[in-house]
């Protein structure tokens, strides 16, 4: 059965060509308010005073979540190393979240150094910035994005093109070595993983190439995949296989490296040719 369904959106640009932010508290509706009130409770009792702010990303910031498909990413900024901070309560807080909001396919937690998101000279926070600025809505604390930088859909708002190269290689290698290894059991599964895995990261770098022409930003997935074909028409078979894999990934390891080998090295090469390596 095909699930893709046509849904999603972009971000706009501004006059002077930023990104135009809609991820607000105030996208965020019933249902979805009561969870994340959990949600930020819950930051606050296990991380206590070093928590400085907590953000929810994605569709329910945006207040296009949808009941029984969407799930709640969220992140906590927090002072000092946040490697230090206790991820056990991770796994437990998901179950019962399950159980009490059926609706929500799950929780995604974490945190983030205040001070290396501050520090614009740590580039390995770059993506994180962005990601504050054009998609999180402040949900309790400080609002650190009134200290960040804007962006535009260009060069500096690449999440995925970069690395798609070496991540293609990375499920090439554990398509021809790790999984044969896996008890057969535990192959379909993980095989099924990295094939989403990889093919979200496809079908985003797709549209990264074609953002500056295009003057608008998303990560949705259906959007992406559009964009990116409207641009590229002779490749929009292989794409939407891509998307279809997103959705519903595929345990054929065949298929899957074959399609690698050359979509994904096509379009890497692509990435090559609109963004040259210095």
């Given at each position: 059965m095909?699930?893709?369904?046509?849904?999603g959106?972009?971000?706009?640009?501004?006059?002077?060509?930023?990104?135009?932010?809609?991820?607000?508290?105030h996208?965020?509706?019933?249902?979805?308010r009561?969870?994340?009130?959990?949600?930020?409770?819950?930051?606050?009792?296990?991380?206590?005073?070093?928590?400085?702010?907590?953000?929810?990303?994605?569709s329910?910031?945006?207040?296009q979540?949808?009941l029984?498909?969407?799930?709640?990413?969220?992140?906590?900024?927090?002072s000092?190393?946040?490697?230090?901070?206790d991820?056990?309560?991770?796994?437990?807080?998901?179950?019962e979240?399950?159980?009490?909001y059926?609706?929500?396919?799950?929780?995604?937690?974490?945190?983030?150094s205040?001070?290396?998101?501050?520090?614009?000279?740590?580039d390995g926070?770059?993506?994180?910035?962005?990601?504050?600025?054009t998609?999180?809505?402040?949900?309790?604390?400080?609002?650190?994005?009134?200290?960040?930088p804007?962006?535009?859909?260009?060069?500096?708002?690449?999440?995925?093109?970069?690395d798609?190269r070496?991540?293609?290689?990375?499920v090439?290698?554990?398509?021809?070595?790790?999984v044969p290894?896996?008890?057969?059991?535990?192959?379909?599964?993980?095989?099924?993983?990295?094939?989403?895995w990889?093919?979200?990261?496809?079908?985003?770098s797709?549209?990264?190439?074609?953002?500056?022409?295009?003057?608008?930003?998303?990560?949705?997935?259906?959007?992406?995949?559009?964009?990116?074909?409207?641009s590229?028409?002779?490749?929009?078979?292989t794409?939407?296989?891509?998307?279809t894999?997103?959705?519903?990934p595929?345990?054929?390891?065949?298929?899957?490296?074959?399609?690698?080998?050359?979509?994904?090295?096509?379009?890497a090469?692509?990435i090559?040719?609109?963004?040259?390596?210095?």
């Amino acid at each position: 059965m095909n699930r893709v369904v046509k849904i999603g959106s972009t971000l706009p640009v501004d006059a002077r060509g930023f990104i135009v932010r809609r991820a607000s508290p105030h996208q965020i509706v019933s249902p979805w308010r009561s969870l994340i009130d959990e949600i930020t409770r819950a930051y606050r009792i296990h991380w206590g005073d070093r928590v400085r702010s907590i953000y929810i990303r994605g569709s329910v910031a945006a207040g296009q979540a949808i009941l029984g498909v969407s799930d709640v990413d969220s992140f906590a900024v927090v002072s000092g190393d946040y490697q230090q901070c206790d991820r056990s309560w991770f796994d437990c807080f998901n179950r019962e979240i399950t159980l009490r909001y059926p609706f929500c396919k799950g929780v995604e937690l974490s945190a983030i150094s205040r001070d290396r998101l501050l520090d614009c000279s740590d580039d390995g926070y770059w993506g994180l910035r962005m990601l504050i600025a054009t998609q999180s809505a402040c949900i309790w604390g400080e609002d650190i994005s009134e200290h960040l930088p804007k962006f535009k859909p260009d060069i500096d708002a690449v999440s995925h093109a970069f690395d798609l190269r070496d991540d293609i290689r990375q499920v090439m290698s554990d398509l021809s070595n790790r999984v044969p290894q896996m008890p057969p059991e535990e192959r379909s599964a993980y095989t099924q993983k990295i094939c989403q895995w990889i093919a979200k990261r496809i079908v985003r770098s797709g549209f990264e190439i074609v953002m500056e022409k295009k003057q608008c930003y998303t990560r949705d997935l259906y959007p992406c995949y559009q964009i990116f074909v409207e641009s590229y028409p002779s490749r929009q078979s292989t794409m939407y296989r891509a998307l279809t894999w997103a959705i519903e990934p595929t345990d054929d390891s065949q298929a899957i490296g074959d399609f690698l080998h050359d979509f994904g090295t096509w379009l890497a090469d692509e990435i090559d040719r609109v963004y040259p390596p210095e």
